[in-house]
């Protein structure tokens, strides 16, 4: 098509629940692509644009796992286009643009009945990584990205904006180090988890709540069928409105180990740790 090649995914499960396994389908993830050597565009449902990385867990697979404990993870319809500038044949970068749709939340601390709150908004988001190979499946990326949405509620427009950093650094191919951190205001419309601390509304006029969180990971490829994980995150919220009983603030912390006895089966433990401030 054009020059480039369209190919597509769809993930879904039967997560949304029901009773003695009346359950109902749920459409995780999907997209359609549209690839040339150095472009690509994407429309479908994903991660945020600023936030592809993902922990790796059997365990938490409803929602993503460190959701609420600095993973902004919700899948949302999104269309983007990748770039790619190539300095040598090992390194370069990659700049990806794109518009959302974002799932808006109530208000902190409940709402009025008669508040309304627009679901859906737009919002654009950005990511712009420089990459390098270093040999004998050595690697780094580093990058750095944005979201800016607003949110419709009680008559008022409450700023939505996040900054996001991640990075990836794997020194030899048995270890890989990734991470990701953000911080920005209203960010409960990208998936908080348990804290939905997003904006607050009074009488006469609305404010977005501030948060910043992140978390890492070390992965050790241990043998060819195994692989060890010990990853840590945390969010965090800051504002004047909380009393002395809000949650203010998600520390997770846990480890588990993958063993693939085939290309798509995958078995193991993992125990892991959630704390609310």
Known sequence: FLGGTVHGSVYMDFFTGGINFNSTFRLRTGGVHLDWKTRSVMVGIDKPIFNPREPASLAQVGISSLTGAGNLWLWVPQARVEQDFAFNSSSGVRLVTGVIETHETAPYDGAPSTL??????????????FYRDLGQERRI??????H????????????SRVLSFDALFRPQKRLEITGVFFTGQNVSNLGTGIIDNGYAIYRNYASAITARGGWSQLTIHATR??????????????????????ATRNAQYGVNLFFHVAPNVILGPEISQIRTL
Not at 116 to 129: D, K, L, M, Q
Not at 141 to 146: C, D, K, R, V, Y
């Open 116 to 129: 309304t709150v627009e679901p859906n908004r737009p919002g654009i988001e950005g990511r712009y990584e």
């Open 141 to 146: 990326e580093i990058a750095t990205g944005f």
């Open 148 to 159: 800016a949405s607003t949110t419709h509620a009680g008559g008022f427009s409450i700023p």
């Open 225 to 246: 069928r195994a692989d060890f994980h010990l990853f840590a995150g945390a969010q965090y919220y800051e504002s004047r409105v909380f009393g002395a009983g809000d």
